[in-house]
């Protein structure tokens, strides 16, 4: 445990900070698991429709360092090719 002042505010500010990245990674991969489910189901549309919500959220995950910036370029190609095979 932190003994000094500033690392208990440290300990304090890391925790806040993972709670956000957390969320933030929860929230894409529900979005990315909805957008593969859909495929699955053959609902291309709705597929279609969640796609800018999906980029927005791996975009936002890769600018604050959630996930890094080639992973989340890896994660936008493999979903708009898995709905591009489907579609055709």
Wanted: no cysteine; glycine share 2%.
């Amino acid at each position: 445990m932190p003994i000094t002042k500033s690392a208990k505010k440290a300990l304090r500010q890391n925790v806040r900070g993972k709670i956000r990245n957390l969320k933030r990674k929860n929230a894409m991969k529900d979005l990315v698991k909805q957008t593969r489910k859909l495929a699955a189901a053959q609902q291309q549309k709705e597929a279609l429709q969640l796609l800018p919500r999906l980029y927005k959220a791996i975009d936002k995950a890769a600018k604050r360092g959630i996930i890094k910036k080639n992973a989340a370029a890896r994660k936008k190609s493999r979903l708009t090719k898995l709905l591009q095979k489907n579609s055709a």
